[in-house]
T-cell receptor, first 114, second 114 residues
Framework: SAVISQKPSRDICQRGTSLTIQCQVDSQVTMMFWYRQQPGQSLTLIATANQGSEATYESGFVIDKFPISRPNLTFSTLTVSNMSPEDSSIYLC???????????FGPGTRLTVT | AQSVAQPEDQVNVAEGNPLTVKCTYSVSGNPYLFWYVQYPNRGLQFLLKYITGDNLVKGSYGFEAEFNKSQTSFHLKKPSALVSDSALYFCAVRDRTNAGKSTFGDGTTLTVKP
């Protein structure tokens, strides 16, 4: 298994600003993902961030809006740039751990853009 | 391509009754299958997985799931529901030949009434 922490746990931001979310894992993992989730709704994958390579973005998400860093096997950041109210959501970090690719999730960052 | 369908947005059961949360999947090869649970205001937790072998797999909190290859289903079950089982449940699939990510269903909200 893996234990994941995220910072901040929540934030309220002004339109047009940027927020960087940090994800720290208690063990070394290769595969890491960033998701977005409206409360009580489904998960939307933003990007896959593997250490040593550029992040791979899903359709509808671009690097200029959601730049990701993955400097080592235990840490990653997601930046939400030039925020608008539509970016208000819960952002989740997730890693693949275990023998058969089950995923573990961080507690989430609840972002509100005003 | 891989996909997951959870045909019920909401499942309601009475405490003490058996519960079933349905999931069907589509993959080009053989699947890894997973269930995750998200309790209110908490992060997503891995619940159980099917890799190979016995079609009935057991997981945390008394949950089990039955893999049915001919029906391409992986329904989550519990013999006797508890009020504390009320949560959002996600089914996920990953093709064994896919070096990338799992695909998640849209989620099913389970409500157990006393």
């Amino acid at each position: 298994s893996a234990v994941i922490s995220q910072k901040p746990s929540r934030d309220i931001c002004q339109r047009g600003t940027s927020l960087t979310i940090q994800c720290q894992v208690d063990s070394q993992v290769t595969m890491m993902f960033w998701y977005r989730q409206q409360p009580g709704q489904s998960l939307t994958l933003i990007a896959t961030a593997n250490q040593g390579s550029e992040a791979t973005y899903e359709s509808g998400f671009v690097i200029d809006k959601f730049p990701i860093s993955r400097p080592n096997l235990t840490f990653s950041t997601l930046t939400v740039s030039n925020m608008s109210p539509e970016d208000s959501s819960i952002y989740l970090c997730s890693v693949v751990a275990g023998n058969y690719y089950e995923q573990y999730f961080g507690p989430g960052t609840r972002l509100t853009v005003t | 391509a891989q996909s997951v369908a959870q045909p019920e947005d909401q499942v309601n059961v009475a405490e003490g009754n058996p519960l079933t949360v349905k999931c069907t999947y589509s993959v080009s090869g053989n699947p890894y299958l997973f269930w995750y649970v998200q309790y209110p205001n908490r992060g997503l937790q891995f619940l159980l997985k099917y890799i190979t072998g016995d079609n009935l797999v057991k997981g945390s909190y008394g949950f089990e799931a039955e893999f049915n290859k001919s029906q391409t289903s992986f329904h989550l079950k519990k013999p006797s529901a508890l009020v504390s089982d009320s949560a959002l449940y996600f089914c996920a699939v990953r093709d064994r030949t896919n070096a990338g990510k799992s695909t998640f269903g849209d989620g099913t909200t389970l409500t157990v009434k006393p």
